[in-house]
């Protein structure tokens, strides 16, 4: 069955960087738009960025565009996210999703932003 | 961005009641609203997708219905298990995705 698996969150000071991987198994990763999309402690869920099948196309909310970077490596059916300058807000609990309409989500990774 | 506006925020119910959730699209979006379920410390669960479509496995005492603005999520006869928060997601104005900001159960 369809799976993913986000790795790479962490503890984390202000202005320091993290990069988050999401394993995926059990579909045609490569034929699939790939997302992620955060919720922050007592709040509602945020979409943050997508990715086309390809890689080439990318989209990012605008309280995360410039400071982090969505990638994918089909040939290791693995999705990525980049997070630099971190600041105390971006603290949330992170998940990627496969795309179709609908979303399929992981289990997600905790990133905490604290001095 | 399309906001989405779900109330009520919380609702405590009792075992076999009915709940009923709405979710207000700010513009119209057809019949791109999907329901979700999510339980403490457990990734979301698609219930209805296109607002009234069931899904395979789902109990049947969960349905969907609306379109355009307006739309509404009803869980008959409630189950114990049923204690979750519910959100609403929209994917008519791709790629930016937006979410209702959730209705909490709780079973009295």
């Known amino acids: 069955q369809v799976q993913l698996v986000e790795s790479g969150g962490g503890s984390v000071k202000p202005g320091e960087s993290l990069r988050l991987s999401c394993a995926a198994s059990g579909f045609t990763f490569s034929d699939y738009y790939m997302s992620w999309i955060r919720q922050a402690p007592g709040k509602g869920m945020e979409w943050l960025s997508s990715i086309s099948t390809s890689g080439k196309t990318v989209f990012y909310a605008d309280a995360v565009k410039g400071r982090f970077s969505i990638s994918r490596d089909n040939t290791k059916n693995s999705l990525y996210l980049q997070m630099n300058s971190l600041r105390a807000e971006d603290t949330a609990v992170y998940y990627c999703?496969?795309?179709?309409?609908?979303?399929?989500w992981g289990k997600g990774t905790t990133v905490t932003v604290s001095s | 961005e399309i906001v989405l506006t779900q109330f009520p925020d919380f609702q405590s119910v009792t075992p076999k009641e009915k709940v009923t959730i709405t979710c207000r699209a700010g513009q119209n979006i057809g019949n791109n609203l999907h329901w979700y379920q999510q339980k403490p410390d457990q990734s979301p669960k698609l219930l209805i997708k296109?607002?009234?479509q069931s899904i395979s496995g789902v109990p049947s005492r969960f349905s969907g219905s609306g379109s355009g603005t307006d739309f509404t999520l009803t869980i008959n006869s409630l189950e114990v298990e049923d204690a979750a928060t519910y959100f609403c997601?929209?994917?008519?104005?791709?790629?930016?995705?937006?979410f209702g900001q959730g209705t909490k159960v709780e079973i009295k």
């Open positions: 999703a496969r795309v179709m309409g609908t979303l399929v």
């Open positions: 296109y607002a009234s």
């Open positions: 997601h929209q994917s008519s104005n791709l790629p930016a995705y937006t």
